[in-house]
């Protein structure tokens, strides 16, 4: 964990056989912290003398591609969630599988679990192996510094139809809303706007998605000639420029999540998520690998073109921290000449940034 403090670990500015390093290091430190899990589950798990031994826990590090190949095929098999906080949390969890399960909580209730196809972008990742191609969907409670346990047993072949109908359209308007928000698209897959229910208030969007600056290609001998790359961003033009000119988009609808996934290329993608009463929107996006035959370095960003008045003013965090007010082409404290005008109004973000006015704000968080 200490190597993996250094800022080029936690920001993601390093080159790639560093980042290699990076990974193997943390692996190894997960293998070791999963004989501590299991010595204190055997203990947790245990209610009495009597109870039977309780099976080895491991963790399924590749669930964020959609990959646990311990489960891949099984009859029945248990899912433990922990939640590091102090307080009580609801977490909608994705579990990567190849048929459709009962889920049933810690009480042996059933919950409602729904079956969903996992994105193109997530199956054709360089280095996933499972051929798995769906995800059940179900929202979990877990206590405060606690874990709660689930169940799965494979549903009958019977059983398979009376699940919740899960409605999949391609192309055509999308309209994601719950009990809290709204999300728009149209059917060319650009995100219109998002309207807060409860405030009828709402952000409408000009644009929203990938686009790329072509690195400046120095050769490093002096200062003004620094490539841009793994230590550095620096385009070789202002202007940003999309990464397609097109794009699709498949519409997933269920009771426990609802999403758009919106297709740009065969490398850049994105999944846009609303939950079942979800107070935010969630985006997950997928990027690589990027080409490079042409020779030329590429910088992808992801853009939200707002309708937010924001004079030019917006808000960071400062390594996680506190809240810095920032502002284009300004420094507080010294007469600011702008030579880097795209790099140096970007920020490193750890956890937010927003932009405002008076009664209205739109903030990422990551």
Known sequence: MGVAQHHDAVSG??????AFDYAQRLS???AVAENAINQAYSKLLTKDSQSPPVSNQFLCQ??????????DGQERFTLTLWNPTVHPVVQ?????????????????????????????????????????????????????????????ERKPEEAKYKRSKVKITHNEECVLQNQNL????????????????????GVSFVSQGFYWYQ?????????EFQASGAYIFRPLAPNALPVSQTRSITCIKGDNVQTAIITFNNWASQEISLYDE????????TVGPIPIDDNIGKEIIIRYDTDIASESKYYTDANGREVLERKRDYRPTWNYTAVETVSGNYYPIN???????????FTVLT
């Not at 996992?118 to 051929?131: C, E, F, H, K, L």
């Not at 956890?351 to 704000?361: M, T």
Request: charged share 25%; glycine share 8%.
């Open 278 to 285: 979800g107070e935010f929107v969630e985006v997950e996006w």
């Open 13 to 18: 500015t390093e080159k790639q056989e560093v």
């Open 62 to 71: 590749l669930s964020n591609i959609s990959q646990c190949l311990e489960i």
């Open 92 to 152: 909608h969890v994705r579990v990567p599988v190849r048929t459709d399960y009962m889920v049933r909580d810690p009480t042996g209730e059933t919950v409602l679990s729904e079956l969903v196809p996992i994105s193109d972008a997530t199956q054709n990742i360089p280095g996933r192996t499972s051929v798995t191609q769906k995800q059940i969907i179900f929202k979990a409670n877990l206590p405060g510094l606690g874990f709660s346990t689930y169940y799965f």
């Open 351 to 361: 956890s937010r940034i927003w932009i405002k006015e008076d009664d209205r704000q």
């Open 215 to 223: 690195g400046f290609p120095g050769n490093n001998s002096q200062s």
């Open 28 to 30: 190894d430190g997960i």
């Open 182 to 201: 709204k999300v728009d698209f149209d059917d060319q897959g650009n995100l219109h706007q998002i309207i807060n229910l409860n405030q009828r208030i």
